[in-house]
């Protein structure tokens, strides 16, 4: 915390662009407002991580096993780094680790709340299943376009630690996308059938994972520095971009 913090109100501070550097510095609310954040971040890249790992055995190919191991090593790496600093508020990382079974999904057919479910706090997205090869690149792809978004928003937030992990993870984070498209490509000529059927059913769940158009928490978030475009604004810009990108593939 700087010298301008300790001679006025912290959410005076937070409203002016003013960061939070450590555990120690940070007041009860923000604290929970900011483990929250992390802890639905490290439980969707741990979900995601585990999700995407049987796709490693779908791939057709020599190159798409590599990608997709990359992907599965890569999220789980992100997961850590962040529970790494969760650490620092008394977060006890291994038993955590263990809390959930991060492979576990629900029916392909079924309703999932976009709220988090218990202590769970992977997004909602998270709880359906892939079923093969091109479902697995198709939501890769349009979620590796929400990600970016989230994940660029969150790395210009006034905890200064997580930010500098998330802009640390950001590239690594494109580069899974640009590895979907890759594959994509590929795909829109063999298999465009299954995977526009993948596209009208990733669409939705994906779009669900912004949050309300409406949001008070998002208000107080705002207030805190820890957030700073609101949820439909996200959401708008995500959409722009995947409709582009199914547009382009003729999968629209």
Not at 43 to 62: C, M, T, V, Y
Not at 168 to 189: F, K, N, S, T, V
Not at 199 to 216: I, K, L, Q
Request: net charge negative; charged share 30%; glycine share 10%.
């Amino acid at each position: 915390m700087t010298n301008d913090a300790e001679t006025m109100p912290i959410a005076d501070y937070l409203s002016q662009g003013g960061k939070l550097t450590s555990p120690e510095n940070v007041p009860p609310r923000y604290r929970g407002e900011v483990l929250r954040l992390m802890s639905s971040f490290v439980d969707s890249e741990l979900a995601g991580s585990a999700g995407f790992a049987a796709a490693i055995n779908w791939a057709p190919g020599i190159k798409e096993r590599i990608a997709a191991s990359r992907i599965t090593l890569e999220k789980a790496d992100h997961a850590e780094r962040v529970l790494d600093l969760m650490e620092g508020f008394g977060t006890d990382k291994d038993r955590y680790q263990r809390t959930h079974d991060w492979a576990a999904r629900a029916d392909r057919d079924a309703t999932v709340d976009a709220r988090r479910q218990g202590g769970d706090m992977r997004l909602s997205v998270f709880h359906y299943p892939l079923t093969g090869w091109t479902d697995a690149v198709v939501m890769n792809v349009l979620m590796g376009g929400a990600t970016l978004i989230a994940v660029g928003e969150l790395a210009r937030c006034s905890y200064q630690p997580l930010a500098e992990v998330l802009r640390d993870i950001l590239p690594r984070e494109r580069r899974h996308m640009e590895l979907g498209i890759e594959g994509l490509d590929r795909i829109a000529g063999d298999d465009a059938e299954g995977a526009r059927a993948s596209v009208r059913y990733w669409m939705p769940r994906v779009a669900e994972t912004f949050g309300p158009a409406v949001s008070d928490r998002f208000a107080r978030l705002k207030e805190m520095g820890l957030r700073h475009t609101d949820n439909e604004s996200l959401r708008r810009e995500w959409r722009a971009g995947a409709d582009g990108i199914v547009a382009r593939f003729g999968l629209d």
